[in-house]
T-cell receptor
Framework: GAVVSQHPSWVICKSGTSVKIECRSL??????MFWYRQFPKQSLMLMAT?????????EQGVEKDKFLINHASLTLSTLTVTSAHPEDSSFYIC???????????FGQGTRLTVV | SQKIEQNSEALNIQEGKTATLTCNYT??????LQWYRQDPGRGPVFLLL?????KEKRKERLKVTFDTTLKQSLFHITASQPADSATYLC???????????FGAGTQVVVTP
């Protein structure tokens, strides 16, 4: 089956620093990648949609200057949380779609803690 | 966009019984509906997809139904096992980009 690898699985950073999270599709080319945020006991909240080689489309209320998304190739998308604050602490998950299949394949998620 | 409702209360069920979860949506009927499983601290894992012209879909001990008149999908886990304990999410595709909207999920706890 299709595998999406997300790295790191957890990270602790100091307030004011930036953190980069990588999302790779290992055995398929992802035409579209999605980034989600999830708070405890809540559903996934879509942050942005990215297509290879073009700018990401952000959902309403998501600061594009704070959450930088780069989709440089068909197998790699990165999310950079800039000038992180404690309120950015959350579980971030990426997913990828092939375009041929309707289902999405998810990464393992990244637990970000900002101290 | 859709409003998707899933039972927020955890479903506690005894091993061997059938767990039934509900997913209701409010607006247009999607071309297909999907169910995912999520374990604590992990990303969701795709389980089943059912198309609007399908009434029922099965995969091993899992069964999904889709009623576009009621705007509802039911997800059944038959002969449940403790390893089935997880949160189950239903998802509808939101637009042509392939964006998903997820329900909040229902936690299932299977006790021996």
């Amino acid at each position: 089956g299709a595998v999406v690898s997300q790295h790191p699985s957890w990270v602790i950073c100091k307030s004011g620093t930036s953190v980069k999270i990588e999302c790779r599709s290992l055995d398929f080319q992802a035409t579209t990648m999605f980034w989600y945020r999830q708070f405890p006991k809540q559903s996934l909240m879509l942050m942005a949609t990215s297509n290879e080689g073009s700018k990401a489309t952000y959902e309403q209320g998501v600061e594009k200057d704070k959450f930088l998304i780069n989709h440089a190739s068909l197998t790699l998308s990165t999310l950079t949380v800039t000038s992180a604050h404690p309120e950015d602490s959350s579980f971030y998950i990426c997913s990828a779609k092939t375009g041929r299949h309707p289902e999405a394949f998810f990464g393992q998620g990244t637990r970000l803690t900002v101290v | 966009s859709q409003k998707i409702e899933q039972n927020s209360e955890a479903l506690n069920i005894q091993e061997g019984k059938t767990a039934t979860l509900t997913c209701n949506y409010t607006n247009y009927s999607p071309a297909y509906l999907q169910w995912y499983r999520q374990d604590p601290g992990r990303g969701p894992v795709f389980l089943l997809l059912i198309r609007e012209n399908e009434k029922e879909k099965r995969k091993e001990r899992l069964k999904v139904t889709f009623d576009t008149t009621l705007k509802q999908s039911l997800f059944h886990i038959t002969a449940s096992q403790p390893a089935d304990s997880a949160t189950y999410l239903c998802a509808l595709e939101d637009d042509s980009w392939g964006k998903f909207q997820f329900g909040a999920g229902t936690q299932v706890v299977v006790t021996p």
